[in-house]
């Protein structure tokens, strides 16, 4: 090393504690999201600064010592700064203060140098920027593989059932809240986790958050920010494979969480049993299907819904008007009435339980109800 360059390096030392003071104010002066950090965040910052104004003279001192690397700039620093300042932000922070030393330091080492300590500016600034992307890669890679894990972790819990608040937290922790419904389909075809992330970014852009796990050979999608289950559906159906996407009754809290995925991998398993459903379909749709299956559940919301909200008249009304084939005058025959009283009674039926008998799907589910709550 040169007399030139060692005397050079003595000075740039002595001024290094004044630069890096000078780097942070220049930060503050231009970057206002640094003016808002907390005051422990703006130290690691100061940190930083310090251990780049160090490592820049370090090089200019003895370019031929080392291949130069600012790993250890960063290093001065907690890892929790990557997760307080974005990537975009660093490189603000480091633009800043390259642009500082370009300035002082060929001041500070004289005209003589000035040419060399530039040099030695730009390849820190090179090695910093590549630095800051290695760092914020492993720190985006740790944190993907945490969420995957955490996403698996929460999936199963809330399909047991789940409701600890240890559970709602993890949920929250992935911003998911339980405002939501549940889908169910076939996993796309290919590389399901690429076609996931794909899916991700599509509900982003639509304000929703997805949590999403593998049943068996069925793809469960809770998606979070919406109770709108068809519209959702139809947003995201192009992301699943081919084939039935049922949609599950709607999650207003976390207690309907396990409940819904039921109902609608219920559906999902007995939907070969009506080849024309829509898709996407609502479990409930397919509650006939999930009684032939043999499924408790539906075999009780079925009779709930269909006999409960009843007077004997109108179950009356429904049983002869089943044996006539659905024709008003048959059945009016048979219950001694006028065929208006019948198309009256038919009405308030179908407002009294969502369904009509005159529909071929509707009818299916009446009778079954009917035979069911005679049983």
Same mark, same amino acid.
């Given at each position: ?20 003071? @000078?780097?942070? +104010? ?6 206002a999201w640094f003016r ?82 530039? &040099? ?18 492993? @720190? ?25 608040? &240890? ?14 419904? @549940? ?39 809770? +998606? ?55 898709? #996407?379909?609502?479990?409930? &749709? ?25 007077? #004997? ?50 009818r299916l589910a009446i009778?079954?109800a009917l035979s069911l709550?005679?049983?």
């Amino acid at each position: 090393m040169s007399d030139r360059r060692a005397a050079t390096a003595r000075k740039l030392e002595r001024a290094s504690g004044q630069l890096a003071t @000078a780097a942070t +104010a220049r930060m503050d002066e231009r970057l206002a999201w640094f003016r808002d950090l907390p005051a422990e965040q703006r130290s690691w910052v100061g940190l930083i600064a310090q251990a780049g104004v160090g490592a820049v003279i370090a090089w200019y001192r003895d370019p031929t010592n080392a291949t130069p690397s600012a790993a250890d700039v960063f290093a001065t620093a907690p890892r929790e700064l990557a997760g307080a300042i974005s990537l975009e932000q660093t490189v603000e922070m480091v633009r800043c203060t390259v642009d500082l030393l370009e300035e002082l330091l060929p001041e500070l080492a004289g005209p003589d140098s000035a040419a060399d300590v530039r &040099d030695a500016v730009l390849t820190y600034s090179r090695e910093i920027a590549f630095a800051a992307a290695e760092i914020y890669a492993r @720190a985006a890679e740790a944190r993907g593989a945490w969420d995957a894990r955490l996403e698996a972790q929460v999936m199963e819990s809330l399909l047991r059932g789940e409701t600890e608040a &240890d559970i709602i937290s993890q949920a929250a922790a992935l911003s998911w809240y339980p405002q939501a419904v @549940a889908l169910v389909g076939a996993p796309p075809v290919g590389d399901t986790a690429a076609a996931l992330q794909v899916m991700r970014r599509a509900a982003e852009h639509h304000d929703l958050t997805l949590l999403t796990g593998l049943h068996g050979s069925a793809l469960v999608v809770l +998606a979070s920010g919406t109770l709108d289950g068809e519209r959702t559906a139809r947003l995201l159906a192009p992301h699943f494979g081919s084939g039935p996407l049922m949609i599950g009754p709607t999650i207003t809290g976390i207690e309907d969480v396990a409940s819904s995925c039921r109902a609608a991998l219920s559906a999902y398993g007995v939907a070969p049993a009506w080849p024309t459903a829509p898709r #996407p379909c609502h479990a409930d &749709d397919l509650l006939p299907e999930r009684v032939l299956a043999g499924e408790d559940r539906a075999r009780h919301q079925l009779i709930a819904e269909v006999t409960a909200p009843l007077d #004997p008249d109108q179950v009356r009304t429904l049983e002869v008007l089943l044996e006539e084939e659905g024709t008003i005058e048959g059945t009016a025959r048979a219950l001694f009435v006028h065929p208006n009283t019948v198309r009256h009674r038919i009405r308030r039926i179908e407002v009294l339980i969502g369904r009509s008998p005159l529909d071929t799907r509707d009818r299916l589910a009446i009778r079954l109800a009917l035979s069911l709550s005679r049983l």
